[in-house]
């Protein structure tokens, strides 16, 4: 690596701070220097503020009134490819540098000084005398596997007062260590032995292993389905890059983040990798951050912020389930992981996997242009087959209204519940039911803040608002017409639906997996363990249980409400549909046991149904790229949305109406504009959302005459302005 610029002391220097101040500030190196990308802290007005070293200084101020850097900071600087990376991210999401600084220094107390500190880990627990509040200590122990804390962050996390742990140390049930603040991670073994490749395995793992040898950047799209061994082949791909002394990052969605992946990593490579989400306590998030950007963790398994680490020197990303709508972040700087670790790849000369059993049209479209590689794997591992997918037709099975199970799916279910084996219900609606209708008035109750209805949540007894998550109690009498006892609820969610369920297999042990339900990500990766070792026959579930999770005894998904995707006007509707459901049916049969996925549908004869069923993705693929190509909708043609909020409708399309009126920038491109149109959801917590959607030619350099035409348009008062590139949702 070239070795970066040496600033003497009282250089003139330039700081980039991630403070929103548009522009890099002068100031003189501190005593000793520092290296370009140093990160520093600075002056600010009377405040201190944490920056980084952006080359030489651009003077053209009063000498006399520069002032000096405070503290360099004791991590390692910058690296000229992530100072790239982020203003590339920066310019393609239209996001003002600060904001993509502080995405990329989002490790809490990374300016406290180094020091030694006491930590406190497992003893032998067998020699103290239990007591409640001990288990609770015991037990965050167990959760974490070994892991060391401070006292206030055990103390936090098991819930007990710090005397309670200092009560323990006599015993030595737990034990005290001066350590260094931040440890390296443990090496990887990547010698070690990982399972026998099948044949199809062992193609793929060398089609990629040429690849990553290569010096150049590359992507792979890997197209496998489910249960097709796609982990353990690039887990291969990991082995690889960690032989050439790189490092290697993987993504995945927030919630496929299990226990069993992460044993996953360990059987191959000896020991565990770093995690990266948002269940990872301060302390370690901080670790993990300094030591990527020392090259002392090899491997990082996160969530989509983990591309933003700055490792030193990156060898590999893979992302799995690269199809996943969550690796879009919706709010702040609205970036697609999948996208930008591209990007960054590109940058550093590192190769990208994108895995998944349904791609998104985006990368089959590139792999199919020849910009990315594809490599398949056709067939399961072992002797697991693919499901059977099936429709019931749910127009003759004359289902009583407040009855969503229909018989021919009831009868299926007994069968498995005969032989022992389990049975995944599927329906994408959290909560009891979606509407409460006042049958005297017919009113719905409505979010007071938001332009939506508010859900029935039994299991809490409340009514909650998606949207902004308001809740009140469920009223006995209409609000609007005060009729007593007239409300109803209407239309099924996964409560609702195990009601059902618990009514027609009274013997069955049922269990809801819904995300409203678990307080920690760690709570629900505990339950999802338990039934995937049998501890339950019918799981009932939302989206969440598409994910990557195996639950080996699983012979039979039922799908309550396969039309649900396909209302509405979303631009992905088809495709999201396919995807869910393929994946959802993929969930059937992964052990020795063939599975059978049965869609309730009212529309059998749909299009994106009867390619589900035939399972001809090609097909599927080649209408629907089709379809957006003729409508120059992406990925053929980009979209931007800007979403305009406000607490008064009207300045919110004002404000909208003279964006449009004077799009000059827009339009010189070649770009149209629509709008200000209220957008789907009009009102949520109380600020009215108006959008404007730009369309236009995928090379039009839309960045630049988007950050132009905003320029004369700052939003005032509580006016708040959003652009989203490549929009993936439109509400
Ligand atoms: P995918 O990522 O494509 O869904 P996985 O890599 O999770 O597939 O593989 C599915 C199952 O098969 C897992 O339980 C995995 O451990 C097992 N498996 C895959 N390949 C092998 C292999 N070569 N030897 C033994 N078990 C394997
Ligand atoms: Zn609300």
């Given at each position: 690596m070239q070795q970066a610029a040496f600033f003497k002391q009282d250089d003139l220097i330039s700081v980039i701070t991630t403070q929103p101040i548009e522009r890099a500030l002068d100031y003189r190196a501190p005593e000793g220097g520092c290296f370009d990308g140093a990160y520093v802290e600075v002056p600010l007005g009377p405040r201190k503020v944490l920056g980084v070293v952006w080359g030489a200084g651009q003077g053209g101020y009063d000498a006399a009134k520069i002032r000096p850097v405070l503290r360099v900071l004791d991590v390692a600087p910058m690296t000229p490819e992530m100072k790239l990376f982020l203003q590339r991210a920066a310019d393609y999401t239209v996001t003002p540098f600060s904001a993509m600084l502080r995405l990329a220094t989002r490790a809490p107390g990374l300016s406290d000084p180094p020091s030694m500190r006491k930590i406190y880990?497992?003893?032998?627990?067998?020699?103290?005398?239990?007591?409640?509040?001990?288990?609770?200590?015991?037990?965050?122990?167990?959760?974490?596997?070994?892991?060391?804390?401070?006292?206030?962050?055990?103390?936090?996390?098991?819930?007990?007062?710090?005397?309670?742990?200092?009560?323990?140390?006599?015993?030595?049930?737990?034990?005290e260590k001066v350590a260094p603040r931040d440890r390296p991670f443990e090496r990887l073994n990547p010698d070690k032995t990982g399972k026998t490749l099948t044949k199809a395995q062992s193609a793929a793992v060398d089609h990629l292993n040429a690849l990553i040898t290569q010096d150049a950047y590359s992507t792979a799209l890997l197209r496998g389905v489910t249960g097709s061994g796609k982990t353990e082949v690039y887990l291969e791909a990991v082995a690889q890059t960690l032989w050439q002394g790189q490092q290697a990052l993987v993504l995945l969605p927030e919630i496929a983040l299990t226990g069993e992946f992460l044993q996953r990593v360990e059987s191959r490579f000896g020991v565990r990798p770093a995690e990266w989400h948002s269940g990872v306590t301060m302390t370690e998030r901080r670790r993990i951050w300094k030591m990527v950007g020392q090259g002392q963790a090899e491997l990082v398994v996160g969530a989509r912020s983990a591309l933003f680490l700055p490792f030193r020197s990156l060898g590999l990303i893979v992302v799995d389930e690269e199809h996943d709508s969550s690796y879009k972040q919706q709010d702040g700087v609205r970036y697609h992981a999948r996208d930008m670790a591209v990007l960054r790849a590109s940058i550093a000369g590192a190769k990208v996997v994108l895995a998944s059993a349904t791609p998104s049209l985006e990368s089959w479209t590139n792999a199919?242009?020849?910009?990315?590689?594809?490599?398949?794997?056709?067939?399961?591992?072992?002797?697991?087959?693919?499901?059977?997918?099936?429709?019931?037709?749910?127009?003759?099975?004359?289902?009583?209204?407040?009855?969503?199970?229909?018989?021919?799916?009831?009868?299926?279910?007994?069968?498995?519940?005969?032989?022992?084996?389990?049975?995944?219900?599927?329906?994408?609606?959290?909560?009891?039911?979606?509407?409460?209708?006042?049958?005297?008035?017919?009113?719905?109750?409505?979010?007071?803040?938001?332009?939506?209805?508010?859900?029935?949540?039994?299991?809490?007894?409340?009514?909650?608002?998606?949207?902004?998550?308001?809740?009140?109690?469920?009223?006995?009498?209409?609000?609007?017409?005060?009729?007593?006892?007239?409300?109803?609820?209407?239309?099924p969610g996964v409560e609702r639906l195990a009601e059902e369920t618990a009514e027609l297999f009274p013997q069955a042990r049922i269990v809801t997996l819904s995300s409203d339900m678990f307080g920690t990500a760690r709570a629900l990766k505990e339950q999802i363990k338990e039934i995937a070792e049998g501890a339950a026959d019918i799981i009932i579930g939302t989206q969440l249980v598409a994910k990557g999770h195996n639950f080996p005894k699983l012979t039979l998904v039922g799908v309550i409400d396969a039309d649900l995707g396909l209302h509405g006007s979303d631009l992905r509707a088809a495709e999201r549909t396919f995807q869910l459901m393929r994946q959802v049916a993929g969930r059937a049969g992964r052990a020795d046991q063939p599975g059978v996925a049965l869609l309730q549908t009212h529309q059998p004869e749909h299009p994106v149904m009867t390619s589900i069923l035939t399972g001809n993705e090609e097909e599927f693929w080649d209408a629907e790229a089709q379809a957006r190509q003729e409508a120059a909708a992406p990925p053929f043609g980009r979209m931007v949305g800007i979403v305009i909020s406000a607490s008064n409708p009207e300045a919110a399309f004002d404000f909208g109406t003279r964006l449009a009126q004077n799009a000059h920038p827009l339009l010189a491109i070649g770009a149209q504009v629509f709008g200000p149109a209220s957008a789907p959801i009009a009102r949520i917590r109380g600020r009215h959302r108006v959008r404007l959607l730009i369309k236009c030619d995928k090379t039009a350099p839309v960045q630049a005459a988007i950050r132009q035409w905003l320029q004369a348009f700052a939003p005032k008062g509580d006016l708040r302005l959003a652009v989203d590139i490549d929009p993936q949702s439109f509400l």
């Open positions: 880990y497992p003893g032998n627990k067998t020699a103290i005398k239990i007591t409640k509040a001990r288990e609770r200590v015991l037990d965050i122990f167990e959760t974490y596997g070994g892991a060391g804390f401070t006292l206030k962050e055990l103390a936090g996390l098991a819930g007990v007062s710090t005397s309670v742990i200092k009560g323990m140390l006599p015993s030595g049930a737990v034990v199919g242009a020849g910009k990315y590689h594809r490599i398949d794997l056709t067939d399961r591992f072992g002797p697991s087959v693919l499901p059977t997918i099936e429709t019931i037709d749910m127009r003759s099975e004359n289902l009583p209204s407040n009855r969503w199970i229909s018989d021919t799916l009831a009868a299926q279910v007994q069968m498995r519940l005969e032989r022992s084996e389990q049975v995944l219900l599927f329906l994408n609606r959290r909560g009891y039911a979606p509407i409460t209708l006042c049958r005297a008035c017919g009113m719905q109750i409505g979010c007071t803040h938001c332009d939506a209805r508010m859900v029935e949540h039994r299991f809490l007894n409340r009514l909650v608002c998606h949207q902004c998550g308001d809740s009140q109690a469920k009223p006995t009498s209409c609000p609007s017409c005060h009729a007593e006892d007239k409300l109803a609820a209407v239309g």
